[in-house]
């Protein structure tokens, strides 16, 4: 999603860079020594800088402890398993580089991706019934509040970290 989504709340700014507050909510989480995280460099078509993104990412998480290990991948071979439900246990808790596109209604990613019928179930319990209200809305105001109060818990639950944005 993005800015020209309809619903995309434009006040959400990028997370900031803070090594030091990142190794104390690891502490705090009781994960002080690190862990290891497996991340799924999808390539795709729209996006050839996939690889880079995920060097950049994997030397960001080994600043703060965590090791993380590069699978390149491709569309073939992980749309299956993202698509299944639930989801394949080798997904949970890993972390996926991939290229998305902005949709014109916000309610659409976010169906998909967030909601218990969607993607990533393991994180969607308090998002149904918001999902279910913006897909009934009446209205394009209310599929527009639903759609932003959506994207808040997300932004406000680090669901999805956004890294990049390239126009193609």
Known sequence: AGEITLGFPTD????PYDVAKAKQLLAEAGRAKGFTVTVFAVAVP???QIGETAAAVAGYWRQIGV???IVPTDLAWMRPRRNKTPQDPELIGA???YGGTARAVG???LSIWWSQAGRVTQLADNID???Q???DAPTVAEMVNASQEIYRIVYNEYRSVPLVDVHS
């Open 67 to 69: 090791d993380t290990r």
């Open 12 to 15: 959400l700014k990028p997370y």
């Open 107 to 109: 309610i659409s990613d």
């Open 46 to 48: 729209t996006f050839t």
């Open 133 to 135: 209200r913006g897909l």
């Open 129 to 131: 019934p918001i999902v």
């Open 95 to 97: 972390a996926e580089i």
